[in-house]
């Protein structure tokens, strides 16, 4: 068998398991943080997990095919694990940095959440409330001041 293609078809099929195991990894754990995101609407949050996996298989296994060319000519078993070592590691940095970027993302996604939840202007009480330990009758008195 010729040495470029075992090198080729250990590379693809190694880098698209890799692919698959990254992109379910974080369609599993992403989902909670893109619920807590969407103030528990499930539906929107599966949807939106759904299309950051679609674009992460994209933008991967695009960039594994363009990266497919070895430099070298690879003529023995040495360099068959030389050329996969350097293509697989290439793949796992890509990989590495789309999961930092769909971190980021997440995350960019849960802080605008937290903010708007912030920004809420407050609820107008309906009723008056008293404080612990003090009569209702007593609540329209205003404590005196602290002595200094």
Known sequence: M??????????IGLSVLLTVWVARTLHK???VFLVDSFHGDDALADSINHLLVVGFYLVNLGFVCLYLKLTKAVENGQEVFEGLGSKLGIVLL????????NLFIFNRLRRNSEDRKLMMPPVR???LTTPPG????S??????????
């Open 2 to 11: 010729n040495y470029m293609i075992l090198t080729y078809s250990i590379y």
């Open 125 to 127: 009480p309906n009723s």
């Open 29 to 31: 754990n992403g989902r």
């Open 94 to 101: 890509v990989l590495g940095g789309m999961h930092f970027m």
């Open 134 to 137: 003090r009569t209702a009758a």
């Open 139 to 148: 609540a329209s008195i205003p404590p005196p001041p602290p002595k200094m």
